[in-house]
């Protein structure tokens, strides 16, 4: 539901704020005081192309923001904005904005974040269908027409059954065209995967290699230098004239003596004892590591050479054995399959046809299904149109085979339309005339209500060229949409804008020598004379306006 629109600078529109409400919006004015400014805006919202003349005289941009309550909304709005990297709706709150610039520069923003106008727009396919003279219609397109007709006739778990049978094929189709390559091709391939899994194989590596490696050759590289430093840290400790632990000793003879003068000088002897006890730990180890060194050409070279081969297998296949090892196993599975290339393929094959004679049966099913439904549905909406002025045209639908079995089915279909007697049936969208048009989708819409997730449906010039029953019929219909969707309509007629359950007036005024648009809404008194004014005026347009909003509010 659309429950707030900000308009800033776009055409007579300074910086209105406008709060929707839930059900049908009814909106009113005379003409020229703005009320398409509206249109205009959402259009923005939803990623139409930018017209710059939009924006106020004298100003430098324009922007429009929306907030949106999603809460209700069955589309995967969250999956979506977490697929394009957009921002959460918190609390079920969607954020949009657009901005326009006399400059040329056009941002968009979603949840706070910038987005590219296309994401914006398939947003916006999801949250607001307008009907009227504009693009932005989704019951022109024909998937969104087959959608509609499985889901008022029931279909959705024959479709999914038939999707879940398609997709399998799919896949498998995919698994086949990757087996299927010319004979050079898959000689190339078959003597590219022998090399790589006889070359990886064949270096006999194992995880952890590398780094063992690595120390091992560190240690023999430098054999000749530690040997030299750990055999002289050694003299140091113990053979030298004047080493270490020689020296050590005759401290300690010195510290008894100490003692035994002044046996409160203990504790220096003790300490004397642990620091010559580690002294000779350090020289013993010292001598156990010199033993273990050796100066090896021999394994110099070797670890050279297995140094060499892990990283020749590094560049072509990984930073680690670990994923050197990975690739491994993953040629070699790849060679099994494909040197039983023909025994896969035929096993696919096989499957294929399985699945190809599945989806035949499930598509036949789901035609047959949708075919039933089909006149059900053209009876349901002829008898809508009928209500609104139409008293002769017919609805129909036009089912064909597709091409090619599709994810939806075997079957394409088209809403046509023939308002007039004697007239062939066309699309809806080749009806030229745009009242005629919104009156269709009002149709329609008022059958499918229940199944149409858009959430808001806004109308302008749903009323052209209608009048009387008509009229109240309109609105009738308006509300009830309302029900189950918010509907904003723009209207010239009373007794549509008196079935709203809102009622808002756009207005002209002259601030500072400038013009601009005001949008209020209105109850009660202010709202009866709004009608009265939309009637012609005067006592008994007020009096009939009275008795159209009476008429409203009873059930």
């Known amino acids: 539901m659309l429950t707030h629109l900000r308009i800033r ?24 005081a703005g009320k398409s400014m509206i249109i ?63 400059t040329g520069a056009n941002r968009q923003f979603i949840n706070g974040s910038p987005a590219p106008l296309q994401t914006l727009a398939e947003l916006g396919e999801w949250l607001v269908d307008l009907h009227g003279p504009h693009d932005h219609q989704s019951l022109f397109h024909p998937a969104r027409q087959l959608a509609l007709l499985d889901a008022q006739a029931g279909l959705d778990e024959l479709r999914s059954q038939y999707a879940e049978v398609f997709l399998r094929r799919v896949d498998t189709a995919a698994r086949k065209a990757a087996l299927i390559v010319d004979e050079a091709t898959y000689a190339r391939q078959l003597d590219l995967l022998r090399h790589q899994a006889r070359e990886i194989e064949g270096a006999g590596f194992q995880p952890g290699d590398d780094e063992h490696l690595e120390t091992e050759h560190r240690r023999v590289q430098n054999a000749a230098r530690l040997l030299e430093l750990a055999q002289g840290t050694a003299a140091l400790l113990h053979d030298d004239d004047d080493a270490v632990i020689p020296r050590a000793r005759q401290a300690g003879r010195l510290l008894q003596d100490l003692v035994r003068l002044d046996p409160s000088a203990e504790d220096l ?29 021999a394994r110099l070279q070797e670890l050279d050479e297995r140094l060499n081969l892990l990283h ?48 035949a049966r499930r598509g036949a099913a789901l035609t047959a299904a949708r075919r039933k439904a089909i006149p059900r549905l053209a009876k349901a909406v002829s008898a809508q149109l009928k209500d609104l002025g139409f008293r002769q045209s017919e609805f129909g639908v036009a089912l064909q085979p597709a091409p090619a079995p599709q994810r939806t089915g075997c079957d394409v279909i088209e809403f046509q339309f023939a308002p007039n007697p004697g007239e062939p049936a066309r699309p809806l969208r080749a009806i030229a005339s745009s009242g005629e048009l919104a009156r269709v989708m009002l149709g329609l819409k008022t059958v499918l ?20 029953e008509t009229a109240h019929a309109v609105g009738a219909k308006m509300r009830d949409i309302g029900r189950r969707r918010q509907v904003i309509c723009i209207t010239h007629l009373a007794p549509v804008a008196a079935a709203g359950d809102a009622h808002f007036v756009v207005s002209k005024a002259t601030q500072d020598g400038r013009t601009l648009s005001r949008f209020e809404p209105v109850t009660d008194t202010a709202r009866a004379e709004e009608l009265s004014r939309m009637l012609g005026g005067g006592a008994a347009a007020l009096q009939h306006a009275q008795a159209l909003l009476a008429a409203s509010r009873t059930p």
Request: aromatic share 4%; glycine share 8%; proline share 3%.
């Open 40 to 102: 205009g805006a959402l259009n923005l919202l939803l990623g139409a192309r930018a017209d710059r003349t939009l924006i106020r005289a004298g100003a430098d941009a324009c922007s429009v923001e929306a907030v949106l309550d999603i809460r209700q909304v069955r589309a995967p709005l969250a999956e979506f904005l977490a697929e394009h990297g957009l921002e959460p709706a918190e609390a079920g709150q969607l954020l949009l904005k657009r901005t326009l610039s006399a």
């Open 312 to 359: 020749s297998l590094r560049r072509k296949y990984g930073a680690t054995v670990e994923v050197i090892l990975e690739f491994g196993v993953q040629a070699r599975a790849q060679l099994e399959q494909l040197e039983g290339r023909d025994a896969e393929v035929a096993r696919l094959n096989a499957e294929l046809e399985q699945l190809d004679a599945e989806i």
């Open 9 to 32: 600078n776009l055409a007579l529109a300074v910086d209105l704020s406008i709060e929707f409400q839930p059900g049908f919006n009814a909106v009113t004015g005379e003409t020229g």
């Open 449 to 468: 209500a229940a199944q149409d997730d858009i959430p808001v449906v806004v109308f302008d010039e749903v009323d052209a060229n209608i009048g009387g």
């Open 269 to 297: 002897a003790t300490t004397h004892a642990s620091v010559l006890e580690l002294l000779q730990d350090l020289h013993h180890r010292l001598s156990t590591y010199t033993d273990r060194l050796e100066v090896d050409p």
